[in-house]
């Protein structure tokens, strides 16, 4: 199976770790790994910001870059809701169309295209998962608090396959960080109290790390955890599910 | 009491809401404590989310026959001896509500919840004509003795610390100085508001739903203020937004079980009062009231925001509301539905409150009626954005975005430039000019980008 | 053009196209809901009492209360216990100092503790309100399990004005530290008959 990676803006050029560990894993499952090599960002930040219309180079620019694979696979859950949700062209193309259909966030393409069962990872850690609210209520990739509906979890799951994994519970399982965006400076006092909120739920709750499907707000909280000189760390759940 | 102060952004004002960390604490417990309550119950119903899909069909079919169904309720609240008033605007419906006083000689009403008197400013209108209003419902007495418009829609005085609210009702009231018990003030306040309910003439009430296929129209309440006030007074004025009607009697039951559970995690409001027909020498008016929901029913992206049936859940679960407290959002409606429903009535003066807000989806989960809130927002963005309200600022940097983004070449080199600076140069971004680095680290910078190790340990077929 | 004309055509002009009304359907499970609705009033601070006659409600209420109390009712059964008020004759503001009012109910609801009134059983709308403590009679036949059961019940029953109480006046405004007795009665007794 052909599979484009997807690496959001900030993971290539911050966080090249979380894109080798994405790259690694998919060639474990066998797949058939490619980097368009000049692809740039999905254009979130400047949709979000109330920008959409400049977006659209980028959209196009995703598009050439992004067809004729069986399917895009991305590290980043806002990323790939952006993509199924908002990725438009001048031209309508059936191409857009059917990126908007074959792209997926790492783990739910790992649980629902390759239907994974078990992983040789090992990661003796206690471990907190934040929830993305783009992945989980977006993407749905896990089951969202307010609703009176069965719980599931498709991060969750791999990581209970992982060998010395603990996962801890939190007070709040999907309070937002307060990334959120070009919010993280506009808002700043609202968005660093937010952050500051949920990573004393992790450290209260004793997590060595704090996971996610979701660099971005992993990058707030690390901001956030290292300002704290806190022992608590963050890792992509990518290098988790790569690890040992 | 004037709440049309200079209009704050929300950032500024939340700014200075954090800056005590302690309350903002208090405030965000408090309400999430009501958030905890409201899962608690809703989990509790198998057919919550049933109950939640027929109650945004049902609105959903209000909104499509409005027109019929508000000359439906209005026919039958005549036959029923009600008087029905139209009010275009707030202006009007002040005036209408300032009339049917003066033909009664009445200068003194009091009032329950309302927020759509909040909205019109009836308060300071009438005020001003000399007619003195008491709000009865506690909080909104409250916030009414500070002089301060409420913060929630159905928590007024949420943001009021009992010590606070002790020292107002000695100020007041005459109780004890540092008196702070709840128990002991609300007792207070029960004595002062008797009086006042047993000599009003009049007395205003809101309405929560509006039965076209009956025309009567039902209040909830959790104290009895509406009724101690309606049912001791000459003349009953309750004053609703055209979107309250519902078309028949039956469906009362979806939404009298969504209401109260969604807003407070109650079952049911302690009273649900149905008002059919004016007590016998009693007068009972209606005044509907459009105020820009009409034009709002038109913007089909943003219609279904006249859902709302005001029960504040959005504002409990919102992440950002509770840690910016409801004034910062500077309209009478706050919160996620307030930043939905305010750019509607004024753009510009609103244009900030679309971003106020992390998109994060908590608002339309639990909202009772099923309204896209999130949704919402990001769309309002856009419009506002192209109706040109956007900051220059952000318009610039926003532009060499989307310039940067859509050319891999300077991608990477701006992508290589900025890295090169984090590593040799931090003090151009760690410093106070950069809002991130305020309470943040900026991310450690690798030399090299994925996409350079990519090339460098991967075949490349380009 | 009148703002009620000028309201209706530009409603009409915006609103969208017909969105059909939904049947709404919520099964019931068939059985005694006596027990859930008894569990219901207790978390709304209700006291609740089974009674096989009006005797015993008589006795419980001399228990709960003051020769000084003002005790009326809109029953005739507890005439022996309470004024009997059978129709309005006076201002209602003479009702302030009601200690106690004894009203029927025509049926309560588990789900949610609520009892429906209508003006017939009070007389005076103020009354629940306005008395400082409500004592509701309510037959055990008459537990309905839901709002949507309440609903099909009351459809094409006449009343001016009707309520559902659900227990004693309430406030949590301040900090959200809950106190019986807002506004209205500081306490609520039901009394369950056969």
């Known amino acids: 199976m052909n599979v484009a990676l997807f690496i959001p803006c900030y993971i290539d050029q911050f966080y090249p770790q979380v894109a080798i560990a994405t790259l690694q894993l998919l060639e474990k499952f066998g797949c058939k790994v490619s980097y368009p090599l000049k692809q740039t960002c999905c254009g979130q930040p400047m949709a979000n910001s109330g920008f959409e219309h400049l977006s659209t180079a980028c959209n196009e620019l995703f598009v050439e870059n992004f067809s004729g694979y069986d399917y895009i696979v991305s590290p980043s859950g806002s990323c790939t809701l952006h993509i199924k949700e908002h990725l438009h062209t001048a031209r309508h193309t059936q191409a857009e169309e059917q990126i908007r259909t074959q792209v997926y966030e790492l783990t739910e393409f790992l649980v629902d295209v390759l239907k994974v069962q078990t992983l040789q990872a090992k990661f003796p850690y206690k471990v907190g998962m934040h929830q993305s609210c783009h992945g989980q209520r977006g993407l749905h990739l896990s089951q969202m608090t307010e609703l009176n509906a069965a719980p599931f979890s498709k991060p969750g799951s791999l990581l209970n396959m992982v060998e010395g994994l603990e996962l801890v519970t939190l007070d709040r399982p999907d309070e937002c960080c307060g990334f959120g965006g070009t919010f993280c400076v506009t808002e700043e006092a609202v968005s660093a109290k937010m952050g500051k909120d949920r990573v004393a739920d992790h450290v209260t709750h004793k997590a060595d790390y704090i996971t996610a499907a979701d660099m971005s707000c992993l990058m707030h909280l690390e901001g956030i955890l290292k300002r704290q000189k806190s022992a608590t760390k963050i890792i992509h759940i990518a290098e988790i599910l790569n690890a040992g | ?462 | 053009m009148s703002s009620r004309d000028k309201i209706l055509q530009q409603v009409k002009q915006h609103q969208p196209s017909t969105r059909a009304l939904p049947k709404v359907e919520i099964a019931v499970e068939d059985k005694d809901w006596l027990a859930d609705f008894k569990a219901r009033l207790e978390t709304l601070h209700v006291a609740v009492f089974e009674v096989s006659d009006n005797n015993s409600i008589g006795t419980i209420i001399q228990n709960n209360s003051k020769a000084t109390d003002r005790i009326v009712t809109t029953m005739a059964s507890l005439k022996d216990y309470a004024v009997h008020i059978d129709r309005v004759e006076e201002d209602a503001h003479q009702l302030e100092n009601v200690e106690l009012a004894i009203i029927p109910a025509h049926f309560g609801v588990a789900e949610n503790g609520a009892v429906w009134v209508t003006d017939a059983l009070i007389k005076y709308r103020v009354l629940p309100f306005i008395a400082q403590q409500l004592a509701v009679v309510i037959s055990k036949r008459n537990i309905l399990a839901n709002m949507h059961q309440a609903y099909s019940r009351i459809t094409n029953t006449n009343y001016e004005f009707a309520v559902f109480i659900a227990g004693p006046s309430k406030t949590a405004d301040i900090e959200q530290s809950l106190v019986l007795g807002a506004h209205g009665p500081k306490s609520m007794m039901v009394f369950i008959t056969d």
């Open chain 2, 1 to 462: 009491m004037s709440h049309t102060k200079n209009t704050i952004a929300h950032a500024d004002a939340a700014a200075v809401f954090n800056k005590d960390e302690a309350r903002v604490n208090w405030h965000d417990k408090t309400l999430w404590f009501i958030r905890e309550k409201r899962d608690k119950i809703s989990h509790s119903i198998d057919e919550w989310e049933q109950l939640r899909e027929y109650a945004s069909q049902i609105k959903n079919n209000v909104l499509s026959n409005l027109s019929e169904y508000l000359q439906q309720f209005e026919a039958n609240a005549i036959t029923n001896g009600i008087t029905v008033h139209w009010a275009a605007d707030a202006a009007e419906h002040n005036a209408i509500v300032h009339r049917i006083l003066k033909q009664h000689n009445i200068d003194r009403m009091v009032k329950s919840k309302s927020m759509l008197t909040e909205e019109c400013g009836l308060n300071e209108y009438l005020e001003a004509s000399g007619i003195e209003v008491i709000d009865t419902d506690l909080g909104e007495r409250i916030v009414q003795l500070a002089a301060e418009p409420p913060s929630h829609i159905v928590l007024p005085c949420i943001h009021k610390k009992k010590e606070e609210i002790g020292e107002l009702f000695h100020e007041h009231l005459g109780t004890e100085k540092g008196a702070s018990d709840p128990e002991y003030l609300t007792a207070a306040a029960r004595q002062h508001l008797r009086e006042t309910f047993l000599t009003r003439r009049a007395a205003l009430t809101g309405v929560n739903f509006a039965v076209a296929e009956t025309g009567e129209f039902v209040v909830c309440t959790n104290e009895g203020n509406a009724d101690m006030g309606a049912h001791l007074a000459d003349v009953h004025i309750a004053c609703m937004g055209i979107e309250k009607i519902i078309p028949q009697q039956q469906h009362l039951s979806v939404f009298l079980r969504l209401l109260a559970r969604s807003a407070t995690g109650q079952p049911i409001t302690t009273y649900s009062s149905h008002f059919k027909k004016p007590q016998p020498q009693q007068q009972m008016h209606i005044v509907l009231v459009d105020n820009g929901r009409s034009i709002h029913l038109g913007k089909e992206d943003f219609r279904n925001a006249l859902k709302c049936i005001r029960c504040g859940a959005c504002m409990n679960t919102c992440p950002v509301y509770r840690r910016s407290g409801g004034h910062s959002y500077h309209n009478a409606v706050a919160g996620p539905i307030g930043s939905i429903l305010t750019p509607n009535m004024d753009m510009k003066k609103n244009a900030d409150l679309p971003f106020a807000s992390t998109l994060c989806g908590s608002c339309t989960n639990v909202c009772p009626v099923k309204i896209d809130i999130h949704d919402q927002l990001y769309k309002w963005r856009q419009v506002i954005v192209q109706e040109g309200y956007a900051p220059t600022a952000k318009k610039a940097s926003m532009n060499v975005m989307g310039w940067v983004l859509s050319s891999p070449k300077i991608y990477d080199m701006a992508g290589k430039a900025a890295r090169w600076t984090l590593r040799n140069t931090p003090f151009v971004v760690n410093n106070k000019l950069n809002p991130w680095f305020k309470e943040r680290e900026m991310p450690a910078a690798p030399k090299q980008s994925f996409k350079e190790w990519y090339k460098t340990n991967r075949k490349i077929h380009e």
